[in-house]
Nanobody, 127 residues
């Protein structure tokens, strides 16, 4: 079973930045699509940003376009999410996932397809 170890969350004021990391131990990210999802209290989990297996194609939820950037380091089995200009509506627990044979858009649209999640990392944006 694939394990995910997310980190980098915290409390920031609106306009602040955070960089989330997700280590996938003992797993080769190469040839897998990767993605970040989030779940706010009382809401369903949603896809935030996903990237194709070769990173040639990325998908971003409309509300985070221009503010968030997904990236990866295959050698470190780590996926990143750089989040700038954070807003209160970005408050949520953030999780990462991997998948194969799927487009980034389809991956981000299908959080219910994933059965294995890490503990997530909490991001709180408030003044």
């Amino acid at each position: 079973q694939v394990r995910f170890v997310e980190s980098g969350g915290g409390s920031v004021q609106p306009g602040g930045s955070l960089r989330l990391s997700c280590v996938v131990p003992e797993f080769t990210l190469e040839n897998f699509a990767v993605g970040w999802f989030r779940q706010a209290p009382g809401k369903e989990r949603e896809g935030v940003s996903c990237s194709s297996d070769d990173d040639s194609t990325t998908f971003y939820k409309d509300s985070v376009k221009g503010r968030f950037t997904i990236s990866r380091d295959n050698a470190k089995s780590t996926v990143y999410l750089q989040m700038n200009n954070l807003q209160p509506e970005d408050t949520a627990t953030y999780y990462c996932a991997v998948a194969n044979h799927i487009t980034p858009q389809a991956m981000c649209a299908s959080p219910r397809a994933f059965i294995s999640w890490g503990q997530g990392t909490l991001v709180t944006v408030s003044s």
